[in-house]
């Protein structure tokens, strides 16, 4: 496995925004996944951003608002060192229960003095309108955004999960900074057409879940792997039982190829991202201080091309077994 060297990290350009590269995907300090302890978590962020480490994401539905807390604890004395962004549109009940998608004004106003107060800061630097609804008039919300961003509580605009023509539609109101989506070796659907409308826009991309939510780091052979009942990943098709027997065929391509350069896999797969153009920064999430170190030094590594294409080729489409979210969240993504 490749050590992190203390190297300076590269920059990566998001429009007109640049930024080292990776950021730093907070999920898995507050929810969904198997709970974190706390203090390593605080070190985590504290050692990534002493890394160098900028672009910290979370969203308002993580852990209902309790993420937007611990990544607002974290930032006490270092918010000018950090770019944070954070989510809104994905509503969930107090019980956690996911209830669909807004973009109203009225509710991304609430939803973003809300995040502000948790977070502790006077302004956020990227805001992503998290999804966008069937038949959803992102004309709506970017209108709603863009006064955000004239009132200077918001920096940057960016969304997630989006088709192509509504990413169209919604930088015609509003600059569109970034556009969020699940981009790994086992979700590669952004690069059909999203990806060059992102280009052809000029519009940055920031690859989220890089790892198949852990799946590319070899570490998950079976459900017993993914800890407690309330892991997110047990309701994800992808982890079903007989799904995640039949993924592991994608796990056992990649372990040759990583260890002819001395990688682990998931340095791999995150040096693969890391070549897909100078326009996309990976947001490995990770709530350890030894994972960050291996997923920082894969940004180093140098991938020819015809090792990328060893890569790709390893893992066709159709290797990839069940839906990345259960049906009746599906119905919410890729509008």
Same mark, same amino acid.
């Given at each position: 496995?490749? =050590? ?6 590269? $920059?990566?350009?998001?429009? #007109?925004?640049? +930024? ?12 969904? /996944? ?16 002493? *890394? ?18 611990? +990544? ?8 000018? !060192?950090?770019?944070?962004?954070? =989510?809104?549109?994905? #509503?969930?009940?107090?019980?956690? *229960? ?28 990227? /805001? ?7 038949? #959803?008039? &992102? ?13 200077? =509580? ?11 023509? $509504?990413? !169209? ?36 991309? &920031? ?11 070899? !570490? ?15 309701? +994800? ?8 027997? *039949?993924?592991?065929?994608?796990? $056992? ?6 260890? *002819? !350069? ?39 590594? @140098? ?19 069940? @839906?990345? /979210? ?10």
């Amino acid at each position: 496995m490749r =050590k992190d060297d203390g190297a300076p990290l590269p $920059t990566r350009r998001l429009s #007109e925004l640049t +930024l080292p590269a990776p950021g730093l995907g907070c999920l898995s300090m507050s929810s969904f /996944y198997a709970r974190a302890d706390p203090a390593e978590a605080f070190a985590t962020v504290h050692r990534a951003i002493d *890394r160098g480490v900028a672009l910290l994401d979370t969203a308002d539905v993580q852990g209902l608002g309790e993420g937007e807390r611990f +990544l607002g604890r974290a930032l006490v004395g270092r918010r000018d !060192r950090v770019l944070i962004s954070t =989510k809104v549109g994905l #509503e969930r009940d107090r019980d956690g *229960r996911f209830l669909g998608v807004r973009g109203d004004r009225t509710y991304i106003r609430e939803r973003c003095h809300g995040s502000l107060r948790r977070l502790g800061v006077d302004h956020l630097d990227l /805001y992503v309108k998290h999804w966008v609804a069937p038949g #959803e008039r &992102i004309e709506e919300a970017i209108g709603a955004l863009a006064e955000l961003v004239a009132e200077g =509580k918001v920096r940057h605009l960016a969304l997630s999960e989006v088709s192509a023509d $509504t990413l !169209r539609r919604a930088h015609a109101v509003h600059p569109i900074t970034a556009v969020q989506s699940e981009w790994s070796l086992w979700t590669r659907g952004i690069e059909d057409e999203v990806v060059p409308a992102c280009r052809e826009l000029g519009v940055g991309i &920031i690859a989220s879940c890089p790892l198949g939510r852990g799946l590319l780091t070899g !570490r998950i052979a079976s459900t017993a792997d993914l800890g407690p009942a309330t892991d997110f990943r047990h309701t +994800l098709p992808r982890f079903g039982p007989g799904n995640l027997t *039949r993924n592991q065929a994608i796990v $056992t391509a990649l372990r040759p190829l990583a260890a *002819r !350069r001395g990688l682990s896999l998931a340095q791999l797969a995150l040096a693969w991202l890391h070549h897909q153009g100078a326009d996309v920064v990976p947001i490995p999430g990770t709530c350890r201080r030894d994972h960050l170190a291996e997923n920082l030094a894969a940004v180093f590594v @140098e991938l020819s091309a015809g090792e990328r294409q060893a890569i790709a080729d390893a893992i066709p489409a159709a290797a990839v077994h069940g @839906e990345r /979210y259960p049906p009746f969240l599906m119905r919410l993504v890729d509008n």
